[in-house]
């Protein structure tokens, strides 16, 4: 076989598992239209025309990766998977959307955004943003696919309502692996576990406690001297 038609062949056959991997009703048509591309590729590749068979997978391709965008999904990730991310989200920054990013690769994210009371607890203050304007800002970022409010008592039903295969923790998250693995398989659930390696620190302020330390030494020292 020559190097071109085996690279047309796995070329052919990995746009067809991802587009076996995609159920997205609202655009079946553009997706039956990169199906039909890459029905086009096989024909051509079986008569021997290589390089049509590579460009008909190429549009396929295109078409493909246009409504994974739309959608907010990575088009490198694997889209058949769901990646559950958990987090308070308040005051939104880069290191926010570094790890939203991360997670996208993984496959699809849905995002459970902490309720207030549930955050109180956690980190010893209230939000500045409420819930629900926490939940919005989330829901508008483009690396998330779904986003909802947690639940209030339990955290993991949230986990259950996803049904995930992945978890994506947070470098700074306070979530003890081993502990999560053996609640979740108690409630039928295995997904993989998975930790960002280390925080995003490209910027001046990649956290919300250094935004809001910020905004302390800028404005409240100054009025308390006034």
Not at 7 to 26: C, F, Q, T, W
Not at 146 to 165: I, M, Q
Not at 207 to 222: F, G
């Amino acid at each position: 076989m020559s190097s071109l038609r085996e690279r047309a062949k796995k070329y052919i056959e990995g746009m067809e598992r991802r587009l076996n991997s995609v159920h997205l009703p609202d655009y079946q048509k553009i997706l039956d239209l990169a199906r039909q591309y890459t029905e086009d590729a096989k024909y051509y590749l079986e008569k021997g025309d290589e390089e049509t068979a590579i460009v008909d997978v190429v549009y396929a391709e295109g078409l493909l990766d246009a409504v994974l965008i739309i959608n907010n999904v990575d088009p490198e990730s694997d889209v058949s998977k769901r990646v559950f991310v958990g987090g308070t989200f308040d005051i939104i920054h880069p290191g926010h959307i570094e790890f939203l990013k991360e997670a996208s690769r993984l496959g699809r994210v849905y995002v459970s955004v902490a309720r207030d009371v549930n955050s109180e607890k956690a980190k010893g203050r209230r939000p500045i943003n409420d819930e629900n304007q926490r939940l919005e800002v989330v829901k508008s970022i483009r690396y998330v696919y779904s986003a909802f409010l947690g639940d209030e008592k339990d955290f993991l039903k949230s986990v259950e309502k996803v049904k995930p295969d992945v978890i994506f923790l947070g470098p700074d998250q306070k979530v003890d692996m081993e502990k999560l693995k053996q609640e979740l398989e108690k409630r039928g659930l295995f997904p993989e576990i998975v930790r960002m390696k280390e925080r995003v620190n490209a910027w001046k302020h990649s956290s919300t406690s250094s935004i809001i330390k910020e905004i302390v030494s800028r404005y409240c020292t100054n009025s308390a001297e006034r």
